[in-house]
């Protein structure tokens, strides 16, 4: 087979920015050890995140230009709405300005005290709208989930007996919502199965829960079970999402992801009932029905982003890249979540910094170490994003201790991609080095975000 190429030919470039090892040095300190906190023009690659990071077609960027800006009804909204409707078949849909935004609408009416929303895992934003509604977030991942190292081809999965158990012993009507990401992004990007998604289904209904898909990563997802499901190797990913969505009662999405926009996202949803309610909330937080918190020529962005996204030779570079780099580190023997995900690579810093304790947030200490060798940038996907305390003060360490370079889609090239192997591959031989850190600032929600850190002496 030949090499598969960016599907693409770049019309217009941006710089990188090129630092010395001891800048870096000072950046990171300066940081106070958050990448969060450093200038993004002060990192070479920047593999934080694959939200709102998309490089936009020549096709969005006309449809930029074409975006109807007007208050009410406007033609970009229509545009929007249809082809949402198309992909989900769901007839409301509700624009919102990022994912987080159709989570807090939504929490706030179908959350509070007492309720429990079970996912298979539930994304930071996410948990933390739930939990803010006064409601518990519930994780039930399927057991071969919790092994980064060990490969399965549907670790994304909800544990369907583990959904059963939870329903029977906090009563369905203590439980507004099934939410189910796809891809399961804190889970590490890993995919869920139709047949799992089609189970999920199934024990709500038969509850009379809602099955809602956050639908970040629906065309990703999609590729994945064509690519590794029997019965889906001939159906277009169309085909797929338009199944992937039938058994779902609504659906949250931030167009960051992949609708290849900047910002956007919306709500759908069959229920004109639970629409009504949220569109009560959407004008007071985000806009009139027919922008919520957007400009036309971002809905336009995102409806043609929508289309885009499903193609096969895009999908097929897409999660190739990533697998590309992720077998790269396979064969240098560094700890990464296998198989491949569809956005991002997870190293398990539990495994690479086995010298530092979970207290001392190796992932974050992992972060680091590659900002500071390579001008890299990652996030901890760990205990410092997803820690507790106890009454004592103590840290409840989160299940999993990764780091995630999240691959902003349609930006870098191979070559940026060999540059990212070697540097990790480097730090994993230098890794004794690298030493555990201690909070000394933090806000009480997402504290990953603004939290300053220091590096532990002994
Ligand atoms: C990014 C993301 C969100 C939140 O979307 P924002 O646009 O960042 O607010 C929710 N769920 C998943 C799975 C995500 O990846």
């Known amino acids: 087979m030949k090499t598969i190429i960016e599907p693409f030919k770049i019309k217009s470039v941006e710089p990188i920015y090129f630092t010395t090892r001891e800048q870096r040095a000072i950046i990171l300190k300066e940081a106070h050890y958050n990448p969060f906190l450093i200038h993004a023009s002060e990192v070479l690659i920047d593999l934080l995140t694959d939200s709102g990071t998309s490089a936009m077609s020549s096709n969005q960027w006309a449809g930029i230009m074409q975006g109807d800006e007007s208050y009410a009804g406007s033609t970009s909204f229509f545009h929007f709405e249809s082809t949402i409707q198309e992909i989900t078949g769901m007839p409301v849909i509700i624009p ?3 994912g987080r935004a159709s989570e807090k609408i939504l929490f706030s009416i179908v959350g509070g005290k007492g309720k429990y929303i079970v996912s298979n895992t539930l994304f930071d934003t996410t948990r933390a709208n739930i939990e803010f509604s006064g409601a518990t977030g519930v994780d039930l991942i399927c057991e071969e989930g919790k092994y980064p190292t060990i490969p399965a081809p549907f670790k994304g999965n909800m544990d369907i007996e583990a ?6 012993e906090k009563g369905a009507e203590n439980i507004p919502l099934c939410m189910m990401t796809i891809t ?3 889970g590490g990007g890993q995919p869920v199965s139709m047949q799992n998604i089609r189970e999920a289904k199934a024990v709500c209904s038969s509850y009379g829960i809602p099955l809602f ?11 994945f079970i064509k690519l590794r499901e029997s019965g889906y ?15 779902a009662d609504g659906c949250t999405m931030s167009a960051k992801k992949d609708a290849f926009a900047n910002i956007g996202g ?4 069959h229920s004109e009932q639970l629409a009504q309610q949220c569109r009560n909330m959407l004008i007071l937080t985000e806009g009139f029905p027919t922008y919520g918190g957007l400009a036309g020529r971002d809905l336009e962005a995102i409806s043609i982003g929508l289309r885009e996204v499903m193609d096969e030779h895009y999908l097929q570079y897409r999660i190739r890249s990533v697998e590309y780099l992720t077998n790269q580190l396979i064969t240098a023997g560094v700890p990464v979540m296998q198989p491949a995900g569809g956005h991002a690579i997870y190293l398990d810093a539990k495994k690479f910094l086995a010298h530092i304790p979970v207290h001392q947030y190796p992932g974050q200490a992992l972060v680091g170490a590659l900002y500071l060798h390579g001008g890299i940038r990652g996030v901890e996907i760990g ?3 997803f820690g507790k305390y106890n009454e004592q003060q103590q840290l409840i360490p989160a299940q999993q201790e990764l780091v995630r370079l999240a691959i902003p889609r349609r930006v870098y090239t191979q070559s940026h991609i060999d540059y990212v192997a070697e540097v990790i591959i480097e730090v994993y031989q230098e890794r004794a080095k690298i030493k555990g850190l201690r909070i000394v600032e933090e ?3 997402l504290r990953h975000f603004t939290a300053k850190l220091t590096p532990i002496v002994s």
Do not use: G, W
């Open 443 to 445: 806000a009480p929600m």
């Open 213 to 223: 898909i956050d639908a970040c990563r629906f065309a990703e997802n999609a590729y």
């Open 266 to 269: 919306f709500i759908a949803m």
């Open 233 to 247: 190797s001939e159906k277009s990913i169309p085909e797929i999402v338009c199944e992937l969505f039938s058994y």
């Open 383 to 385: 205990s410092l994003m």
């Open 96 to 98: 919102t300005h990022q």
């Open 184 to 186: 399961n992004n804190s």
């Open 163 to 168: 959904l059963k158990t939870f329903i029977a």
